[in-house]
């Protein structure tokens, strides 16, 4: 089959690189985090040196962000290990009876050394060394023997720099978008231990001991390495088969439908009950309903029977806005309707207000409303609200106590990108270009590292509402935006994308350990959601292969899911699949006109065409702890979706051999239908109805 064919360049452009196109590949990065790994081809390529060092550069500029806190964190835990226990060498017993200081020289981030098909280097510190001083009151005696002296060693100041780490991973690359790790090498370390004090007496006796020292950080590093080393080991063959693989796709039935009339309804009623303020809202309706989609919303249908008020905590709305206002785009690209026209100004007033509740500083809130409004009512009782007049009345806003995530800025780039480029209005165009310009410029400023929203980062508990939000290593999302960006504004954000673009050579490793597992199944749509746009901006033919080859890995774990807003969005990037995946999206839509429109289950339901297997799951632990696996019980393919359980604001981000249970969820709660107008007008974009 052939596949799609990359970009040309524009005339007048500067030529693209010549290079190797990269493949498989895969990282595992020691000195405290577990490893990356990437896409697979058929035959070895070498990463360039600029690759690396693209890749490199954005671990730096995450660990120059948390290293402060990391080193608070760490020299706590040193002075409290070094006074817990003495250290025993032989006939010696080491203790340290005070602490006057620890110095930590770790500027330098871990990063990659080498990247191959088939090897890859990681090295800790990626240049330089890193190095250690401490400088406390040491008591050594000897512990064994007729004579059992002992001297207490006031201010011995112990030095061990030049210190160095590289571990190395061989894959195996037999399945080129599944590459598996095929030997984990015992990590290299290498340092130097020195030992200093004042006065000539005690500098004698530290000569005497030194080789005791550097014998006992040997041992302590040794140990250290024993407890990583059985770790590592049990990253042999990950990330394993891909479940349910080979799940045959939806055919299109052709049963006809009133696709139409099904889509304005529910086209009217978003617009009614979901956006009172411009930005989306999940709707608590005063009447309960249990018809499906294409029961209420066809024409004659009752619709959405009841009075709403918001439901929930806002806290994804700006994601969901960007996908409504990108399918409000696609509407009026397709059918000019002023309807469509009026829903995108609505959104695009919606994600401003995102902005200027924080001060129009670029940083984007999860959500906003007019204070004295049901849903502003409810975000006042919310923590770390911020408040400001807007358009001639008090507004409150939150990112959450978390902040704002990646998910949220893509959403909004998602929905304004296709406003700016498809709407042929010069307001909607002006203001797209204004709100996107204010985001980017704010990440670029801040290095695509945002922590100002939330509590300050505690590494003790690195799941806290605390820890920032980071655009790396991957660089999908980045470039993605800065695409945007460069659309707007030509050569605006060229610097930028120059630095970021060599890192697409890498781009595999953050899609591969995506693709580990299918938990946390959001993810994959943050992905596909930014290839779409990617692909169409993408000049730089050499860039697009890379990325290419990296949402092939994607999509070798996704592929077979049944989900037709990933199916369309692949036919977007390789046209020669559209038949293919276009009957497999009309399918997949038709089913879902069969799920109850409100966020509820059938009082029975038919399980009986599933076939469960029980499998085992791996766990793969951190260094230093145990994996262990976990059993589970899942279908044998992806579930109907009429079959899967109350989706949300948006099924298609929903794990699907997850099954519904009878009765679940409230039939008071009225998702937006975004699950179905976004694939629906995106099909119609490119042609699949």
């Known amino acids: 089959m052939r596949g799609p064919t990359p970009p040309r360049r524009p005339v007048g452009s500067s030529p693209t690189r010549a290079r190797p ?15 990356f790994a990437g896409p697979a081809r058929a035959q070895q390529a070498v990463a360039t040196p600029a690759g690396i060092a693209a890749f490199n550069d ?3 500029r995450i660990y120059d962000g948390l290293r402060p806190a990391l080193e608070r964190t760490l020299e706590a835990e ?10 025993v060498d032989g006939d010696y017993v080491v203790e340290v009876r005070r602490v006057h200081g620890l110095s930590l020289g770790i500027a330098r981030a871990p990063g990659l050394r080498a990247l191959s098909t088939r090897r890859l280097e990681v090295a800790v510190p990626a240049q330089g060394t890193w190095a250690l001083a401490l400088e406390a009151d040491v008591f050594v005696k000897k512990a064994k023997g007729m004579w059992r002296p002992s001297l207490l060693l006031r201010r011995v100041r112990v030095e061990v720099d030049r210190l160095r780490a590289l571990a190395a991973v061989d894959l195996d690359d037999a399945d080129v978008h599944r590459p598996q790790v095929r030997r984990v090498e015992r990590p290299q370390v290498e340092q130097r231990v020195r030992l200093r004090a004042g006065g000539l007496f005690t500098d004698l006796l530290l000569r005497v001991l030194s080789p005791f020292a550097r014998r006992a950080a ?18 042999q063959g990950i990330p394993g088969p891909v479940w349910a693989d080979g799940a045959p796709l939806f055919v299109d039935s052709g049963a006809p439908l009133p696709w139409d009339e099904v889509v304005d309804g529910v086209e009217d009623k978003l617009r009614r009950d979901h956006l009172p303020h411009g930005t989306l809202l999940m709707a608590h309706m005063s009447a309960p309903s249990t018809a499906t989609w294409l029961e209420a919303y066809r024409a004659g249908g009752a619709g959405n029977p009841g009075v709403a008020a918001p439901e929930g905590d806002g806290g994804d709305s700006a994601i969901w806005t960007g996908h409504y206002l990108a399918g ?8 000019r309707d002023p309807r469509a026209l009026e829903a995108v100004r609505h959104a695009i007033g919606g994600l401003s207000a995102l902005l200027e509740v924080h001060g129009d500083t670029g940083l984007l809130a999860r959500v906003a409303a007019p204070e004295a409004s049901p849903m502003g009512q409810r975000i006042a009782t919310f923590p770390r609200v911020v408040r400001r007049v807007l358009r001639g009345e008090p507004w409150v806003g939150t990112s959450g106590a978390r902040g704002i995530s990646r998910d949220q800025y893509m959403g909004a780039f998602l929905g304004l990108a296709l406003a700016h480029d498809l709407v042929a209005d010069p307001d909607v165009r002006g203001r797209s270009r204004l709100l996107v310009e204010r985001m980017l410029d704010y990440l670029v400023a801040n290095r695509w590292y945002v922590d100002e929203d939330r509590a300050a980062f505690d590494p003790s508990n690195p799941g806290g509402s605390g820890f920032p939000t980071f655009w790396a290593p991957g660089v999908d999302q980045k470039l993605n935006a800065l695409l945007i960006g460069r659309q707007v504004a030509p050569g605006k954000y060229d610097a930028e994308v120059a630095r970021v673009g060599p890192g697409t050579e890498t781009q595999w490793l953050a899609h591969w350990t995506t693709a580990f597992d299918i938990e946390s199944y959001y993810k994959f749509n943050l992905a596909h959601g930014t290839a779409f746009n990617y692909f169409r901006l993408e000049t ?6 890379d990325m290419l080859r990296a949402f092939l890995v994607l999509r070798r774990v ?6 037709p807003h990933f199916e369309l969005i692949h036919a977007s990037v390789d046209p020669s699949l559209r038949p293919t995946l276009g009957s497999a999206a009309r399918e997949g839509l038709r089913r879902f006109l069969a799920r109850p429109h409100r966020q509820v289950a059938p009082a029975v339901v038919d399980l009986s065409g599933i076939t469960f297997v029980t499998v085992q799951v791996p766990v793969y632990a951190l260094p230093g702890r145990t994996a262990a696996a976990s059993t589970q019980t899942l279908p044998s393919e992806p579930t109907d979706p009429t079959l899967r359980p109350p989706g949300g604001d948006f099924l298609w981000q929903r794990n699907p051999f997850y099954v519904v249970r009878p009765n679940q969820g409230s039939a008071h709660v009225e998702p937006p ?11 119609r974009h490119l042609g699949a109805w």
């Open 21 to 35: 196109v990269p493949a498989p590949l895969a990282v595992a990065l020691l000195g405290g985090a577990l490893a």
């Open 58 to 60: 954005d671990v730096q």
């Open 78 to 87: 040193v002075r409290a290990q070094l006074v817990a226990a003495p250290l």
């Open 218 to 235: 040997t041992k302590a590093l040794g140990q250290a390495l024993d407890g990583v080393v059985p770790s590592l080991a049990q990253l």
């Open 328 to 335: 409000e785009a696609l509407r009026w690209a397709a059918t």
């Open 540 to 545: 730089d033919a050499g860039r697009w292969r």
């Open 558 to 563: 996704t592929g077979h899911h049944r989900n």
């Open 673 to 683: 239908g975004i699950d179905l107008t976004l694939p629906f007008w995106m099909g």
